[in-house]
């Protein structure tokens, strides 16, 4: 039986303004934001021009930045998936944005499946020739090499169904690259109720590192790797600086993200983590 706790009260500073609670699971570590926007409610939470992984806007030099950057770290993803899986095979990119990722990784040779809830980004990223599903559910078993969540898993309602529906599409032997931010990170303390990558009601769920081993682990998949997505300590210093004083404070937000990178490397807590789960060669997929 699992006891959760109140952990902190966050601000949707974005959108709404309204606040939510963050409660401890205490088994997993795992917080989730409450109360949880329904299914109709939670649209009207992205509806804003400055949910910027849904656009290509580059209007703004903190936008320009950032787009700067996301082209930088694909390519670094690239890399890192082929160095998980050495024959190009398919790739799912669930959550895929505006489809950059989706798009670099058909051009480097591999076949790819998207899928996009959000109409706007889905629009964008059929321009740009790559091949998206309107649901995971119409794909069949073990039938993907490789499948990437981008800072999606946190947004999702339902965590362990989903991670259920990654175990049924990945192949044995398969990999899962999932990507979160981590609130046990130097930046969530120094920020506290101001760090960006709370971004309540849109995060459902705040991942630790037991959080996320021990729910893969409930599905018999194996987390093999955590890495540090050092960009993120950055992007998420700069906003969180917003949110706390209503500038963006370049210089305060860039030095809080250097001693994030720095506290992790000796604590290896980084702002964002990216995890590497293999599914075993002989799993099956329960029925």
Request: glycine share 6%.
């Amino acid at each position: 039986m699992t006891s959760s706790e109140l952990y902190l009260k966050v601000k949707d500073y974005s959108v709404s303004q309204k606040e939510f609670s963050l409660y401890l699971d205490t088994s997993i570590d795992l917080l989730a934001t409450t109360p949880q926007p329904t299914s109709d409610e939670l649209g009207s939470y992205y509806e804003s021009e400055d949910y910027i992984s849904h656009t290509d806007s580059s209007r703004s030099w903190f936008e320009k930045i950032y787009q700067f950057i996301k082209k930088t770290a694909i390519q670094q993803k690239l890399k890192l998936v082929l160095a998980e899986q050495k024959n190009k095979g398919i790739l799912l990119d669930i959550g895929c944005g505006t489809g950059d990722f989706l798009a670099a990784a058909k051009s480097s040779g591999w076949q790819v499946k998207g899928y996009e809830p959000n109409e706007k980004a889905r629009n964008i990223a059929l321009q740009k020739g790559v091949e998206l599903t309107y649901s995971t559910e119409d794909l069949k078993d073990n039938s993907v090499d490789v499948i990437t969540m981008w800072h999606v898993l946190e947004h999702v309602p339902d965590v362990k169904a989903q991670i259920t529906e990654l175990k049924r599409l990945v192949k044995p032997g398969g990999t899962i690259i999932i990507a979160v931010p981590n609130y046990k990170s130097f930046d969530a303390h120094h920020y506290q109720n101001h760090w960006a990558a709370y971004d309540v009601p849109r995060h459902l769920w705040h991942f630790s590192k037991k959080s996320i081993q021990s729910l893969f682990a409930a599905q018999g998949l194996e987390l093999v790797q955590v890495k540090p997505m050092w960009f993120d300590s950055f992007y998420v210093s700069l906003l969180s600086e917003k949110y706390k004083t209503g500038k963006m404070n370049m210089i305060q937000g860039f030095w809080i993200g250097l001693c994030s990178n720095l506290s992790g490397m000796r604590t290896k807590e980084f702002s964002s983590h990216i995890y590497i789960i293999k599914k075993p060669k002989s799993s099956h997929t329960a029925v």
